[in-house]
């Protein structure tokens, strides 16, 4: 065995992902906040190797124990740019940096970046012969997981939210996986999902700190070092719950035990969120403007009267908010707002400069990183990495917004 599975709560050792899903994804202290250890994390870099598999390049880092098992559309090896255009808006802000955009949007399975949690989550069902998996989604996570768990074999149902754009509903049901579209928003396809789960004895994703999205989601860390060749100084992406900025600090730690090298740093988690949808920020602002007092991050609120049309973003309540505020203040971050209404703005700025068209989600993050600029959150000698997490082949509305 290459790994096992430690609570977060208590400590205790679970076991493997046999006992993990044996114990239905909880510790028996009853947490379901568990890491992935590994026994012998290999020295890094990995050797050189021609692969379009993430899970093939990094399969000594990842808890699949054989080769055989890896599901792949050929996703996560996506390049990470630099963007000249953006580097030129700082300058004219009076900023020299340099701004790296992971472009998850090619990614070959769904394109976004949850193709690499559902990847990893395919291979590891798999090896441990699952037939059954469900989870609740705005689109997204559903589609990639849709999509990788069909390839596996595996039967998956979607509980998506009533307003769950129809391309995503088609490319789900295209590969034969079912969604239930429930009547209100993410909260009740949360619940809808969760009582299915129940019911049905279906396997469920665990949400935001499920050890097979955050062990998939940290190899961003190790993509960095080798394209970059350093760690980004500045992390950025539009959060919804967060995995994603959790799972880099997870990379992160390994990658500490793993190195010689043991002068990196974390980058300024700065994360990103809608005027439509700023759970998270409103929080973060009433915090700071209080002083942080104790147990600050238990301090937030759902969002009342959503109106953001930014599906893949609806999260109106940020129950993840205590584990994720936490590491954007230890990293000296932030959290930013930037405004719906500007977005098409933005993606004809995209096009123009860059000749690409991103999803509304990903234009949140490429916001914010111009808004960044104005509040002077990025320094000289930064160097920035923008997480962009989708294309824009589900936003068509989007599209004709941008095209006019
Ligand atoms: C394109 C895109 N951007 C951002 C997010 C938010 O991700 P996280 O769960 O890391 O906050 C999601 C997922 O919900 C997404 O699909
Ligand atoms: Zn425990």
Known sequence: MKYQIRCKKCGKVVGDFATWFQQDQQCACGSTYAEVEYFDLPSFP??????????????????????ENIVSFGEGMVAIERWAHLEKAAREAGVNCEVYVCRNDQNQGSGTFKDISAALAASVLKEQGVKDYCLASTGNAGTAFATYLAKAGVHFTQFAPSFMDDDSTEAIKRVGQKVVLSKGGYGDAKAEAAAFHKEHKVLISGGNTDPLRIESKRTLVFECLRQMGCMPTVYMQAVAGGTSPLAFEKGFRDLLAMCSEKNYTLPRMVLVQQDECDPMVTAWEKATAAGFPEGWEQQYEAKKNMHTRIGILTAANPGNYPLVAPLVKRTDGTFIRVKEAELPEYGRRMLQEQGVLMGPASMVCY???????????????DKVLLNTGEGCERSQWFKKEVLG
Not at 46 to 66: C, G, H, N, R, V
Not at 368 to 376: C, P, Q, V
């Open 46 to 67: 990995p050797q050189a190797k021609e692969t379009d598999s993430f899970q093939d390049l990094y399969f000594d880092f990842l808890p699949i124990e054989k080769r």
């Open 367 to 381: 916001a914010g990183f111009f808004e960044a600029l104005r509040k002077g959150t990025i320094r000289n000698g």
